[in-house]
């Protein structure tokens, strides 16, 4: 159990063009999921947590306006990079927190999306 | 603000031998987790382990062991007899317990990673 999976796995775009990534936990209820960028060869970065129902809460240095996250079930979050261009280029993952208050501190990663602009 | 430092870039060493990756960490919360993972080449991150901040029991999985030590905000994980499958970069992270996510566990902060090279 505790599936997480994301899609595409890899994107491909053109400058300026918006990119929709996909976060869905298979068997479980997530009221929150975390959206993280790695640079290559770098460390994951927290960029927002979306909360079900709610506004994301973005990390500071990150544009809510470029990265437009919906979580508007249980199971789905959107990450959606708008406008986008070569620096926006980085492996994307998603995580999902199983249960809700104190007791859940499970994250469940996806395997990540690697998107590319051109 | 919560921080995690991975002081070894990256490690190398002789198959059969012990390797033990450091981190370090800062929080001012007193309810915390701290991670590890592991990612393969292929980017996806494999869960290792999750210790709350109240239990600072050591743990043995197999070749693998965990160090915490809350005197010097450390959690340590030891590779007993390495294999070249171990090779791939490890991440130590850390969550708190407050913010923005309804009193649950935070987003992770992670450290730099350490790239471990198992070789033959």
């Known amino acids: 159990g505790a599936v997480v999976s994301q899609h595409p796995s890899w994107v491909i775009c053109k400058s300026g063009t918006s990119v929709k990534i996909e976060c869905r936990s298979l068997?479980?209820?997530?009221?929150?999921m975390f959206w993280y960028r790695q640079f290559p060869k770098q460390s994951l970065m927290l960029m927002a947590t979306?909360?079900?129902?709610?506004?994301?809460?973005?990390e500071q240095g990150v544009e809510k306006d470029k990265f437009l996250i919906n979580h508007a079930s249980l199971t789905l979050s959107t990450l959606t990079v708008t406008s986008a261009h070569p620096e926006d280029s980085s492996f994307y993952i998603c995580s999902a927190r199983r249960g809700i208050g104190r007791v859940s501190y499970e994250q469940y990663f996806g395997p990540g999306t690697r998107l590319t602009v051109t | 603000a919560q921080k995690v430092t991975q002081a070894q870039t990256e490690i190398s060493v002789v198959e059969k031998e012990d390797v033990t990756l450091d981190c370090v960490y800062e929080?001012?919360?007193?309810?915390?987790?701290l991670f590890w993972y592991k990612q393969p080449p292929s980017g996806e991150l494999v869960f290792l382990i999750r210790?709350?901040?109240?239990?600072?029991q050591n743990e043995i999985s197999g070749r693998y062991s965990w160090n915490f030590q809350k005197s010097t905000s450390s959690f340590n994980f030891t590779i007993t007899a390495s294999q070249v499958v171990d090779s791939a970069v490890y991440f130590c992270a850390l969550s708190e317990a407050s913010g923005n996510s309804g009193g649950g566990a935070d987003g992770l902060t992670f450290g730099k990673g350490t790239h471990l090279i198992i070789q033959p």
């Open positions: 210790r709350n901040s109240f239990d600072e």
């Open positions: 979306s909360n079900e129902g709610s506004k994301a809460t973005y």
């Open positions: 929080t001012r919360d007193t309810t915390y987790y």
């Open positions: 068997d479980f209820q997530a009221t929150t």
